[in-house]
């Protein structure tokens, strides 16, 4: 019997320090999120851990031309920005009715902090938050509090169903994630409406589709495909981006005629 008292009050303790020791939601969440560079832009994203490995959840329009993006990992100390770590990472899939995309990420999966996914249903009126990184790095990462204020909104920019938060997002913080009171992700923000309201991907409607798309192993869960799988990811997607950069080819110019000179 006493042996069981010391083992469950050494439990106990073990959880109090934990709770105590545990960063505040602001650092968490903070820690979570990334900065995308393309070519093209900036954007957000949010971290999650498989076996060893570190992926993100962004927003499809922020990478849909690029097979490779970079990740910038802001580390801070006591709340105030202290270096930045840098890596390139691989665009695995795009879920473009969903807006939404899965990165895999190429460096030291330490430097990140993994990301818990919720799927219960918001309502108007839940305190929530969301990070993300106000045209790329001219600021640090952006924390915002406010709470739902609609669900299931349609937009024509946009292929499925969107809850309506009382944030605001900027440029390159697309693809930010937005944290239940509980600092667990609940979406991701993907559109700006006007002051103090914005439109994020519900994480009830991602998971349907990356569970079609067989990419709900990024979602919920700890297994991950095989090396080889995600080879052929890459492989795949940069033969997407390869066409997407490929000039049209010329008919005969029996039928066109000549192409234009360049100017």
């Known amino acids: 019997m006493k042996i069981k008292l010391i083992v469950f009050?050494?439990?106990a303790l073990a959880l109090g320090l934990s709770v105590v020791l545990r960063p505040s939601l602001p650092e968490r969440e903070q820690a979570q999120t990334v900065l995308v560079e393309t070519d093209h832009g900036w954007g957000s994203a949010v971290t999650v851990k498989r076996g060893g490995m570190c992926f993100a959840w962004t927003a499809a329009h922020t990478v849909k031309n690029s097979a490779k993006v970079k990740v910038h990992r802001v580390l801070r100390y006591h709340g105030h920005k202290a270096g930045n770590y840098t890596c390139d990472a691989h665009v695995l899939k795009l879920l473009?009715?969903?807006?939404?995309?899965?990165?895999?990420?190429?460096?030291?999966?330490?430097q990140f902090r993994d990301a818990t996914f919720s799927f219960f249903y918001s309502k108007p009126g839940d305190k929530i938050s969301h990070v993300g990184n106000i045209h790329g790095p001219a600021f640090d990462a952006s924390f915002e509090y406010g709470v739902v204020s609609q669900t299931g909104v349609t937009v024509e920019e946009e292929a499925c169903l969107l809850d309506q938060g009382s944030f605001a997002i900027a440029p390159g913080c697309s693809g930010g994630p937005v944290f239940n009171s509980l600092g667990n992700v609940i979406g991701l923000g993907v559109a700006y409406v006007g002051p103090g309201v914005s439109l994020y991907v519900p994480t009830r409607v991602l998971e349907g589709a990356a569970e079609n798309a067989n990419l709900d192993w990024a979602i919920r869960g700890y297994s991950h495909p095989s090396v080889k799988e995600l080879e052929e990811m890459i492989s795949s997607r940069e033969k997407e981006v390869a066409l997407l950069a490929k000039p049209p080819e010329f008919l005969p110019f029996l039928f066109f005629g000549a192409p234009p000179e360049n100017k």
């Open 9 to 11: 009050g050494a439990i």
């Open 96 to 110: 473009l009715n969903q807006d939404a995309a899965l990165l895999l990420i190429d460096g030291d999966p330490d």
